[in-house]
């Protein structure tokens, strides 16, 4: 990916689109913020006279953000194991006024959690090559130059991603779903909203799925369920005794990753962001509660 221009100026341009590609790439704020900032260093490093040569800044900067984050995910995956707890992606707010880095990353269909989970099943190498191709749309012939693959390899890993991503929906197919979705998801999350405010047991049963998992991530810092919890009525149960041990928790609608969610704050704090999945019936299927503190930066100044 170093074809052509003498764009030197051009290459502080690319920083919002590197750190769209290295989020989606590490499901992480931090790491695509640290991925993007070691490529810049690594591109102003170079000689004044080599960056002229790269006739194309932009492509050179994302082999290296893509190279990086390949790196971060072979690193991240034994990082993972002994992470306490499930590791879930680090939820995004909407509103830019958030957080300056938070609101680069474009809130569409690639980022919702469902999907960013789905991608940690994935190799990194089938991870770089499904979401460069799938997501952005980057041909086989700049993806091998991150892989250091051919353009053969790097499609056979797309295609083994899309295997492994099974039912979940690509990111085009899951736009036209949202989109129906979306006023539907918004009315079952205020219903959620109500029945755990007013700790309405049956409330909460009737919206969950008899099958509904949640998956909360606390990473060791704070209190949450290590293992997922199954099933609608313990989930309710395990809803409303952290609202027992915690009075004074208000809850508030807002967008996670572009999509209805709900961030449990109190006394000003953001404790947790939950994200949901919900069926075509209208009920939860998936919840995705993060209450790691760490992952929860750019909501610090949630309102």
């Keep these: 990916m170093t074809a052509a221009g003498t764009d030197v100026d051009g290459a502080a341009g690319e920083r919002g689109r590197l750190i769209n590609v290295a989020y989606r790439l590490l499901g992480s704020l931090t790491e695509a913020e640290d991925a993007v900032q070691e490529?810049?260093?690594?591109?102003?490093?170079l000689p004044p006279s080599r960056r002229r040569e790269v006739r194309a800044p932009g492509a050179w900067l994302t082999t290296v953000t893509g190279r990086i984050c390949l790196d971060l995910l072979g690193s991240a995956r034994a990082r993972r194991e002994r992470y306490v707890g499930a590791w879930l992606p680090e939820p995004l707010p909407e509103h830019p006024d958030l957080a300056d880095l938070a609101h680069q990353?474009?809130?569409?269909?690639?980022?919702?959690?469902?999907?960013l989970v789905v991608l940690e099943s994935m190799t990194p190498a089938e991870r770089v090559a499904f979401v460069l191709?799938?997501?952005?749309?980057y041909p086989f012939t700049e993806i091998a130059a991150v892989l250091d693959r051919t353009p053969a390899a790097c499609k056979q890993l797309a295609s083994s991603a899309r295997r492994r991503a099974g039912a979940a929906p690509t990111p085009a197919a899951a736009t036209t779903r949202a989109a129906a979705m979306a006023e539907a998801q918004a009315d079952t999350v205020r219903r959620v909203r109500e029945a755990w405010q007013s700790k309405d047991i049956a409330g909460l049963v009737a919206v969950l799925d008899p099958a509904a998992v949640m998956t909360a991530d606390g990473g060791g810092l704070v209190g949450a369920a290590l293992r997922p919890v199954e099933g609608g009525a313990r989930i309710a149960d395990y809803m409303l005794a952290i609202a027992d041990r915690a009075p004074g928790l208000e809850l508030l609608e807002r967008p996670v990753n572009g999509a209805p969610g709900l961030v449990a704050r109190r006394a000003g704090v953001v404790l947790t962001v939950a994200s949901f999945d919900v069926s075509d019936d209208g009920r939860v299927t998936r919840i995705w509660a993060v209450r790691n503190p760490e992952k929860l930066r750019p909501w610090v100044r949630e309102g």
Excluded at 39 to 45: F, G, T
Excluded at 105 to 115: G, I, P, Q, T
């Design 133 to 137: 191709h799938d997501v952005f749309r």
């Design 105 to 115: 990353v474009v809130l569409d269909e690639s980022v919702a959690m469902a999907f």
């Design 39 to 45: 490529a810049y260093a690594r591109w102003y490093a």
